[in-house]
């Protein structure tokens, strides 16, 4: 079982950067794929991007070139570095995790955190 607490969020302008990191506890981090997803109102969870437990990074179309996913298994985190925001990337951020491959949809991921939310104004 894994417990997952997202952070760093918050209210930012177009263009400005931001960092959300996930913080893991319970066992076998490292076995895990973990994933980035995000939901705006009215709208579906739609992937962000996704690390596996060997390192492969993946990303959606929207968001490639500016979001960056990275995990440190010694200090149990996943991050997720967000630069050149958009209005369009506001949503509540959630952090998941997950044994199947290639991890690339919800059902995919057993456990998850609560959520992070990300505003970015014009």
């Known amino acids: 079982q894994v417990q997952l607490v997202e952070s760093g969020g918050g209210l930012v302008q177009a263009g400005d950067s931001l960092t959300l990191s996930c913080a893991a506890s319970g066992r076998n981090f490292n076995a895990y794929n973990i994933a980035w997803f995000r939901q705006a109102p009215g709208n579906e969870r739609d992937l962000v991007a996704r690390?596996?437990?060997?390192?492969?990074?993946f990303y959606g179309i929207s968001v490639k070139g500016r979001f960056t996913i990275s995990r440190d298994n010694a200090k149990v985190t996943v991050a997720l570095q967000m630069n050149s925001l958009k209005p369009e990337d506001t949503a509540l951020y959630y952090c998941?995790?997950?044994?199947?491959?290639?991890?690339?949809?919800?059902?995919?991921?057993?456990?998850w955190g609560r959520g992070t939310q990300v505003t970015v104004s014009s």
């Open positions: 690390i596996t437990s060997g390192f492969n990074t």
């Open positions: 998941a995790a997950g044994d199947i491959l290639p991890g690339l949809r919800r059902y995919e991921y057993n456990y």
